[in-house]
């Protein structure tokens, strides 16, 4: 009985279950070693992570100690490693297991245990009682994956966890419950179908059990192409040099995608005519502005901005800007050119391509310049044909009238809108038809040769109308005591001159006449110009003697001279040998006192008024006797 007790005392030592151990040491018959197994055991609530003194499972066998024990320890019928603690004292051995070697409990540490004795000698063997530890594991969160998706799918966010279950798993998105759920999976799903642009957000799931809880957050991006906005349309900077300047702003788009803008491209095309847009290289995110360049002057441009991101791209609404005008730059074709009066051309011409409109088309200017032209204005008339344009014909026309009549004339077009005017046409020359002269200008009638004369000046009308062949003089008298029958004299000289002279004779003294002088060309006799001539107004010497012999040493010689006159003029007389003039007698005599032989000669009585002179000569021949 002693040695049972002092094998239950080793038995004892440095162990709080004494109580065990004394029940099996009682239960061992005396003299009769056998193989006692039996598991010590520290059983309370453990979790995976915390610090503790943790468990040590003992194993104990009474029986002589020899060497041919041998001792196992197993954990779900697999062996654990051959390095755990034995301690030996007497007949007792102890063999412990200690789980607590790194401080921590792992979830890997639970299972069922056992510990099995064998004498290698006897093949004696026994085996302790089963002991189960479970290690709790507080909730964790193994995975959650932020995801990027593209608007309209159905998206899947999984949440994977580890810990004793039941976990409940709880979804908030930016802080608001969305799902709360009790699962015993280590797996859970929060499901969006037909994804959309506002599910975008911080998804957290949360895991809780009653050993511990843990939240993660994971972003979820609901990406699409760009959304400009259902009336959004770029600036367009208008007016410029066959160009238009397309300007924009990110902050005034509805919505990039949720994903950074990649390229843009701005594109104009004509508006009005389906034709292929002209297009901007592809341009880099950065960019603000685009001039696309090659477009038509004074064209009518839609133009519009295309933003891209990684998704896809979406075109903005158009908006419309002119290019600035030029002047047409083809020159229009004319293909007649007609007088169709003395005063009118018609012309016709080809109307130019729309392509050359550059611009909204006006009209055509025909242009009629007079060749040879010395007076203003020589461009005597210009016009316009206005329409909607390319609507009028191909072939146009207009008649230009208001012109000089039979004048040569240089006939052009051109077309023209509010930036300028075409290159002329090629020049088609054309000479308006004759007509009727215009009436002789600056006519006069002075006396000439004599009280029975006068003489007409006048200029050629300023618009001949044609090639005057002659003048027709026509005269009559306005005395009504003495009339004359109405008398045309022609006159063919002096047409081309700048003044033209005409001398009618035979005509009655102190008598007021009226003369129209007209032109006439192919046509026939233009209009007259009119003057009054008066022939009272000339000196006239009326009493003369051709020659007269006197002797020398006569005492008187009386030389006549009569004049008639209106105004009186004034008479003088000249001798050849003297060259004073010596004034006449009240009655326009001369008289010569005690002739001598010098007094010989040609005597010259001259009459002169405000209309002219008239002179008479005189021989005086000297006798001896």
């Given at each position: 009985?002693a040695?049972?007790?002092?094998?239950?005392?080793?038995?004892?030592?440095g162990?709080v279950?004494?109580?065990l151990?004394?029940?099996?040491c009682?239960a061992q018959?005396?003299?009769?070693?056998?193989?006692?197994?039996?598991?010590?055991q520290d059983l309370?609530?453990?979790v995976e992570g915390?610090?503790s003194?943790?468990?040590?499972l003992?194993c104990?066998e009474?029986?002589?100690?020899?060497?041919?024990?041998?001792l196992?320890?197993?954990?779900?019928?697999m062996?654990l490693?051959?390095?755990r603690?034995?301690?030996?004292?007497g007949?007792?051995l102890?063999?412990?297991?200690?789980l607590?070697g790194?401080g921590e409990f792992?979830?890997?540490d639970?299972?069922?245990?056992e510990?099995?004795?064998r004498?290698?000698?006897?093949?004696e063997s026994?085996?302790?009682?089963?002991?189960?530890?479970t290690v709790?594991?507080r909730a964790?969160?193994?995975?959650?994956?932020?995801?990027?998706?593209q608007t309209?799918?159905n998206?899947?966010?999984?949440?994977?966890a580890?810990?004793?279950?039941?976990?409940t798993?709880?979804?908030l998105?930016d802080?608001t419950?969305l799902?709360?759920e009790?699962?015993s999976?280590?797996q859970?799903r929060?499901?969006?179908?037909?994804?959309?642009?506002?599910d975008?957000?911080?998804y957290?799931c949360q895991?809780?059990?009653n050993?511990?809880?843990q939240m993660q957050t994971?972003?979820?991006n609901?990406?699409e192409?760009?959304?400009?906005?259902p009336?959004?349309?770029?600036?367009?900077?208008?007016?410029?040099?066959k160009?238009i300047?397309?300007?924009w702003d990110p902050?005034?788009?509805?919505?990039?995608g949720n994903t950074?803008i990649t390229?843009y491209?701005a594109?104009?095309?004509r508006?009005?005519t389906?034709?292929t847009?002209i297009r901007?290289?592809t341009?880099?995110?950065?960019q603000?502005?685009?001039t696309i360049?090659?477009?038509?002057p004074?064209?009518?441009?839609?133009?519009?901005?295309?933003?891209?991101?990684?998704?896809?791209?979406?075109?903005?609404?158009?908006n419309s800007a002119?290019?600035?005008?030029?002047?047409p730059?083809?020159a229009p074709?004319i293909?007649?050119a007609?007088?169709?009066?003395s005063t009118?051309?018609?012309?016709?011409w080809e109307?130019?391509?729309?392509?050359?409109?550059n611009g909204?088309l006006r009209?055509y200017?025909?242009?009629?310049?007079?060749?040879?032209?010395?007076s203003?204005p020589?461009?005597?008339?210009?016009c316009q044909?206005e329409?909607?344009?390319?609507t009028?014909?191909?072939?146009l026309s207009?008649?230009a009238?208001?012109?000089?009549?039979?004048?040569?004339?240089?006939?052009t077009?051109?077309?023209f809108?509010n930036?300028?005017s075409?290159?002329p046409?090629?020049?088609?020359?054309?000479?308006t038809?004759a007509?009727?002269?215009?009436m002789?200008?600056?006519?006069?009638?002075?006396?000439?040769?004599?009280?029975s004369?006068l003489m007409l000046t006048?200029t050629?009308?300023?618009e001949?109308?044609g090639?005057i062949?002659?003048?027709?003089i026509?005269?009559?008298?306005?005395?009504?005591s003495f009339?004359?029958?109405?008398?045309?004299?022609?006159?063919r000289?002096?047409?081309?001159?700048a003044?033209v002279?005409?001398?009618?004779?035979g005509?009655?003294r102190k008598?007021?006449?009226?003369?129209?002088?007209?032109?006439v060309?192919?046509?026939?006799?233009?209009l007259?110009g009119?003057?009054i001539?008066?022939?009272?107004?000339?000196?006239?010497?009326?009493t003369?003697a051709?020659?007269i012999a006197?002797?020398?040493?006569a005492?008187t010689v009386?030389l006549?001279?009569?004049?008639?006159?209106d105004?009186?003029?004034s008479i003088?007389w000249n001798h050849p040998?003297?060259?004073?003039?010596v004034?006449?007698?009240?009655?326009?005599?001369?008289t010569i006192?005690?002739?001598?032989?010098s007094?010989a000669?040609i005597?010259?009585?001259t009459a002169?008024?405000?209309?002219?002179?008239?002179?008479t000569n005189?021989?005086?021949?000297?006798?001896?006797?």
């Amino acid at each position: 009985m002693a040695s049972r007790q002092q094998s239950c005392g080793i038995c004892l030592v440095g162990h709080v279950l004494a109580a065990l151990l004394l029940t099996s040491c009682l239960a061992q018959q005396p003299g009769r070693p056998s193989l006692v197994v039996t598991m010590v055991q520290d059983l309370g609530v453990i979790v995976e992570g915390q610090n503790s003194t943790g468990i040590s499972l003992g194993c104990v066998e009474i029986s002589p100690v020899t060497d041919q024990l041998e001792l196992r320890w197993l954990r779900n019928g697999m062996d654990l490693p051959l390095d755990r603690q034995t301690i030996q004292s007497g007949t007792v051995l102890l063999t412990r297991l200690d789980l607590t070697g790194t401080g921590e409990f792992l979830e890997a540490d639970s299972g069922r245990y056992e510990c099995r004795a064998r004498n290698t000698e006897t093949n004696e063997s026994a085996t302790s009682d089963l002991f189960d530890l479970t290690v709790n594991v507080r909730a964790q969160i193994l995975q959650l994956q932020g995801q990027e998706v593209q608007t309209n799918r159905n998206i899947n966010l999984t949440c994977s966890a580890r810990g004793t279950t039941p976990i409940t798993y709880t979804w908030l998105m930016d802080g608001t419950v969305l799902q709360n759920e009790i699962s015993s999976d280590l797996q859970n799903r929060f499901s969006i179908a037909d994804a959309k642009r506002n599910d975008t957000g911080n998804y957290s799931c949360q895991v809780l059990n009653n050993f511990g809880n843990q939240m993660q957050t994971a972003v979820l991006n609901v990406i699409e192409a760009p959304d400009l906005g259902p009336a959004y349309a770029p600036r367009v900077v208008a007016g410029q040099l066959k160009a238009i300047t397309i300007e924009w702003d990110p902050a005034d788009f509805a919505f990039i995608g949720n994903t950074p803008i990649t390229a843009y491209a701005a594109e104009c095309v004509r508006a009005g005519t389906g034709t292929t847009p002209i297009r901007s290289s592809t341009l880099p995110p950065t960019q603000r502005s685009a001039t696309i360049p090659g477009l038509a002057p004074g064209q009518l441009y839609s133009c519009f901005l295309t933003v891209t991101n990684k998704v896809g791209a979406t075109a903005s609404q158009s908006n419309s800007a002119a290019v600035r005008e030029e002047a047409p730059s083809e020159a229009p074709m004319i293909s007649s050119a007609t007088a169709t009066s003395s005063t009118s051309i018609q012309v016709q011409w080809e109307a130019i391509n729309a392509a050359s409109y550059n611009g909204v088309l006006r009209g055509y200017r025909v242009e009629v310049t007079a060749r040879n032209c010395t007076s203003c204005p020589c461009r005597a008339y210009s016009c316009q044909t206005e329409g909607t344009f390319p609507t009028l014909p191909s072939v146009l026309s207009n008649t230009a009238i208001g012109l000089r009549k039979f004048t040569e004339y240089d006939v052009t077009v051109v077309a023209f809108n509010n930036a300028g005017s075409s290159v002329p046409s090629s020049p088609m020359r054309v000479m308006t038809k004759a007509d009727l002269p215009d009436m002789p200008t600056n006519i006069k009638a002075e006396p000439a040769h004599g009280a029975s004369g006068l003489m007409l000046t006048y200029t050629p009308p300023e618009e001949p109308n044609g090639v005057i062949t002659r003048y027709d003089i026509t005269y009559e008298s306005l005395d009504p005591s003495f009339t004359v029958a109405r008398e045309t004299l022609p006159n063919r000289m002096g047409i081309d001159q700048a003044v033209v002279e005409t001398i009618v004779n035979g005509l009655r003294r102190k008598t007021r006449y009226n003369f129209t002088i007209a032109g006439v060309n192919s046509i026939g006799v233009g209009l007259p110009g009119r003057v009054i001539g008066t022939t009272e107004a000339f000196p006239l010497i009326t009493t003369t003697a051709a020659a007269i012999a006197v002797s020398k040493n006569a005492e008187t010689v009386v030389l006549q001279c009569r004049v008639e006159a209106d105004p009186t003029s004034s008479i003088f007389w000249n001798h050849p040998g003297n060259a004073t003039r010596v004034p006449a007698n009240a009655d326009g005599s001369l008289t010569i006192t005690k002739v001598q032989e010098s007094d010989a000669g040609i005597y010259i009585c001259t009459a002169t008024n405000i209309w002219g002179t008239a002179t008479t000569n005189v021989t005086v021949e000297v006798t001896r006797k």
